[in-house]
């Protein structure tokens, strides 16, 4: 409580961070004295240091107990399946734009959903950046501070080429994979080339009742990974499943193409590998798969740390196929959501 | 071995990535024989598939016993104190730029002693962006992409003012903190000021020696963050020292300045400001502290994520102090030593 002290003292007035050195404060600190004051606060006393706190009975209550109110805390995951491709949530560009409730609603369905659609944003290069600015400013990462997702001449990337790709996450190589992608849909006339997206925490789910033993393997042991050309060598080990501390999961981490060879020791391999092949085939169970055809002037958005996406091959010589991409951090858009919901009612 | 061919139909030949689909691999595959090649690699072929693969014997000798060559891990940390002030390691600009194994040295002391000076920089506004191009693109948080630190009318965080600064790391709040931070300094003609600087794992290395169990506690308990101001609300709860699969300490978060109520049963609150004020004392031991005065030119790197950084106050009326920092992944560092190790032999 002492360390809480708002006083401008203890706490500058306007940058409202600590200035208060906790060290300053004596070690056998005790309140002589409480009482509350004309406004409602209660004020405290504190000896040796004859220093006088005042605190919020607003503060109070969110605090008692030592437990911050529920109020605080992120709402559990909403997880989904097939039936999202008939129903994929989303919102307008103009009202997203517009309008600071329509904008909270579709940053909650990220954060809680994972993924949304946005509708009728302005099919100009470079956008993306501009969309990814009602979240945050985009995250670079050895493809750029954005990419263009186009069947290339000399690809560096599965994602620049035609092939269909199996869903995987992006950029496990990284000690810190990018959290939110945008890709934003400024051509699709190609045949083929529909996106598909599962929900990771329902396929591990999935996984943890149909094959315990492999659920286990794959959120104790690292897989390797790796991505290289010539600019980058990037390597991370991280295991697939990423468990919180309350043992919910809290991230995947799922990429055959830039899977490397897994190091660790010989006997451990072959379960690893049957885990892994568990889980692709949980990844490829029907009723996870969300199917959805992106079309010119849409911006796709997902938890890249939950969702996995691909997407079915297309044939470059029936038309043009343009995405163009970017990363955002959760940390801005979590911030974005605290920030509106200061004018508007939490949820 | 099996996911690991190199041929054309498994690995793409201009992306690098594996274009196998692993579940058309039969889960009843065997390798019904094996020989050597002109070449010397080993050819296995696998059936029921009818599959060849080849693998070099480098590849074989790296992977030996599933287990990577040891040249492929990071070396330890070196760690260090006091002495530091005498002894900062640096380079030259000129030389880090002109010479791609003065480079190469350069970054691995920013890996492996998480701290370097660049000496002899342009001293022109946003050359710290230019400088971060050496490791990579800077990335960007609520402060921007890059920040100017300096005594701010209307300040947004006490590194905005003149105030002295304890010993901390850079956005404990956000879930993924900065790995590097650089500050670049342009002007330093105001008395006070100087930096400090205090390696965070040596720091966790004392506190466990002298108060073990205040350490496991810091290991164990998150401690609240929380950032505002008009434009970001950005929290996040995680423990003061985070450690690897192996025990050993791989992250630091301190900083009372934006450290919020601990929510926490009201029972544990004691002994963990208890344990964090021991860490508080231990992270002053003059001992572990780096004094060390920045001189017009020279750029400050060290790595958030372990050196915690502070500063004396200063007196701005006595003249002008500017510093303009940015933040780098270590992701982008470790592939630019990777890449340059192409050219160079490993240490």
Redesign the interface.
């Known amino acids: 409580m002492r360390?809480?002290c708002g006083c401008t003292r203890c706490r500058?007035p306007?940058?409202?961070?600590?200035?208060?050195?906790?060290?300053s404060v004596p070690?056998d600190l005790d309140a002589a004295s409480a009482s509350i004051t004309d406004a409602g606060a209660l004020q405290v006393v504190w000896q040796p240091e004859d220093h006088v706190s005042d605190y919020e009975s607003d503060w109070l209550r969110a605090?008692r107990?030592?437990?911050?109110a529920r109020s605080?805390r992120d709402p559990a995951p909403v997880t989904w399946g097939a039936e999202l491709s008939e129903a994929m949530p989303g919102a307008d560009h103009e009202a997203v734009t517009g309008d600071d409730s329509t904008l909270l609603h579709w940053l909650r369905l990220l954060r809680d959903t994972g993924v949304a659609v946005l509708r009728g944003t302005p099919r100009e290069p470079l956008s993306v950046l501009a969309l990814a600015a009602l979240i945050?400013?985009?995250?670079?990462t050895?493809f750029?501070?954005h990419f263009d997702v186009v069947s290339k001449p000399?690809?560096?990337?599965?994602a620049?080429?035609a092939?269909g790709l199996?869903c995987h996450t992006d950029l496990p190589n990284?000690?810190?994979p990018p959290d939110y992608q945008l890709l934003h849909c400024l051509e699709n006339e190609a045949k083929g080339g529909d996106s598909i997206l599962v929900d990771g925490f329902r396929a591990a789910a999935a996984l943890r009742r149909r094959e315990p033993a492999a659920y286990r393997l794959l959120t104790q042991r690292?897989i390797?990974f790796r991505?290289?050309?010539r600019?980058?060598?990037?390597?991370?080990r991280a295991p697939t499943i990423a468990l919180d501390?309350t043992g919910a999961v809290k991230e995947v981490r799922f990429n055959?193409?830039?899977?490397d060879?897994?190091?660790?020791?010989?006997e451990?391999?072959g379960p690893l590998?049957r885990a892994?092949?568990a889980f692709?085939?949980v990844v490829?169970d029907p009723t996870l798969e969300c199917h959805y055809r992106l079309s010119p002037g849409e911006l796709l958005i997902f938890d890249n740390r939950r969702v996995l996406h691909g997407r079915a091959a297309f044939d470059p010589s029936t038309g043009r196929r343009h995405l163009q991409g970017c990363y955002v951090?959760?940390?801005?858009l979590?911030?974005r959501i605290?920030?509106l919901e200061?004018q508007a009612p939490p949820q």
Chains 1, 2 share one sequence.
Do not use: K
Not at 14 to 23: G, K
Not at 65 to 68: F, P
Not at 154 to 158: G, K, L, Q, T
């Open positions: 360390d809480n500058h306007a940058t409202l961070e600590r200035i208060l050195d906790p060290l070690s605090h107990g030592g437990t911050h605080q945050g400013p985009a995250r670079a050895n750029g501070e000399e690809p560096n990337s599965n620049y080429t092939l199996l990284w000690e810190r690292p390797d991505f290289q050309d600019e980058s060598d990037i390597r991370f501390e055959f193409a830039v899977m060879a897994i190091s660790a020791p010989a451990r391999i590998c892994l092949r692709a085939a490829r951090d959760r940390d801005q979590l911030s605290r920030v200061r």
